[in-house]
């Protein structure tokens, strides 16, 4: 069992950068390959990025590629979520996951057997 606990979300104007981090805990850390989703009212769980158990390989949604950085502390058993150039479209609730593998699985969240409990994200235009 690993369980996930998300925080940095908050208020911020479009334009405004927001850095969420994603602490985990319980079995090996090392052992998956994590993630970020979002989703928003109204919407379906979008994947964000991904990133694998070393952090030597990341993966990025198309439309977000070059805003978003994705990262990871194994030391501290930590992942975080570089966000920058925020649009109220990236208004959501954030969620960090871990994958079933230890190499990034496919962009969809039935790969992903933890998630934590989220953190919002609001950006005001």
Do not use: H
């Amino acid at each position: 069992q690993v369980q996930l606990s998300e925080s940095g979300g908050g208020l911020v104007q479009a334009g405004g950068s927001l850095r969420l981090s994603c602490a985990a805990s319980g079995r090996i850390f090392s052992n998956y390959a994590m993630g970020w989703f979002r989703q928003a009212p109204g919407k379906e769980r979008e994947f964000v990025a991904a990133i694998s158990w070393s952090g030597g390989s990341t993966y990025y949604a198309d439309s977000l590629k070059g805003r978003f950085t994705i990262s990871r502390d194994n030391a501290k058993n930590m992942v975080y979520l570089q966000m920058n150039s925020l649009k109220p479209e990236d208004t959501a609730v954030y969620y960090c996951a871990a994958a079933s593998t230890k190499v990034i699985p496919p962009p969809n969240s039935s790969y992903y057997i933890y998630r934590g409990q989220g953190t919002q994200v609001t950006v005001s235009s």
